[in-house]
């Protein structure tokens, strides 16, 4: 299986500030990665698909970009809504694999 | 819009079978777009997807949860469920039922973009 690991576990940020988060895949995953939110009680919210594809609906202060092996999910202009757990997921091959969470606290 | 469903017992006594259903609305399964998935997330831990089925009945489970479950799909309820037998406290997760992979040219690629709210199960006696 391919493992995910992200840095940092978790961060502590102000609204306003900019957030990097990064995903290492342990074998080249092409663009096949995704990011997702998840705020406390809620299912997962898939923000990002294909390393840097915003889906619709999410805003333009998400980004992704990487390739190969190292991913980063950037919000640049933290909201107050913005405060929650972020995974990453590999899309490459099976099965499917998220990482461990990232956890953006205020 | 499309939304998913679960539905199911929320306590399950160790070594039973674990059951769920998801129901599917503002889409049909049946349109052949996409994969349907399950994915479970134990009490403050990571996501685990479980395994996928197309409406066509094709599957494929978790090598890691293989021998325990088992997919159906019923296209005339816009239905598919899950099965895991032998459940083990470790099996006590939170369990999504998602939208996902979709099908392309070379078959099932890429990210869940619709979930349910999950169905919390607890294994124990």
């Known amino acids: 299986d391919i493992q995910l690991t992200q840095s940092p576990s978790s961060v502590s940020a102000s609204v306003g500030d900019s957030v990097t988060i990064t995903c290492r895949a342990s074998?080249?995953?092409?663009?096949?990665l995704a990011w997702y939110q998840q705020r406390p009680g809620r299912a997962p919210y898939l923000l990002i698909s294909a390393t840097s594809t915003l889906q619709s609906g999410v805003p333009s202060r998400f980004s992704g970009s990487g390739s190969g092996r190292a991913f980063t999910l950037t919000i640049s202009g933290l909201q107050p809504e913005d405060f929650a757990t972020y995974y990453c997921?590999?899309?490459?091959?099976?099965?499917?694999?998220f990482g461990q969470g990232t956890k953006v606290e205020i | 819009q499309v939304q998913l469903q679960e539905s199911g017992p929320g306590l399950v006594k160790p070594s039973q079978t674990l059951s769920l259903t998801c129901t599917v609305s503002g889409a049909s399964i049946s349109s052949g777009g996409f994969y349907w998935s399950w994915i479970r997330q134990p009490p403050g831990k990571a996501l685990e997807w479980i395994a996928y089925i197309f409406y066509t009945g094709t599957t494929y489970y978790n090598p890691s949860l293989r021998s325990r479950l088992s997919m159906s799909v019923d296209t005339s309820k816009n239905q598919f469920s899950l099965k895991m037998t032998s459940v083990t406290a470790a099996d006590t997760a939170v369990y999504y039922c998602?939208?996902?992979?979709?099908?392309?040219?070379?078959?099932?690629?890429?990210?869940?973009?619709?979930w349910g709210q999950g169905a919390m199960v607890t294994v124990s006696s």
């Open positions: 997921q590999q899309a490459d091959s099976f099965p499917y694999t």
């Open positions: 074998q080249n995953i092409i663009d096949y």
């Open positions: 998602a939208r996902g992979p979709p099908l392309d040219t070379s078959g099932p690629s890429g990210a869940f973009d619709v």
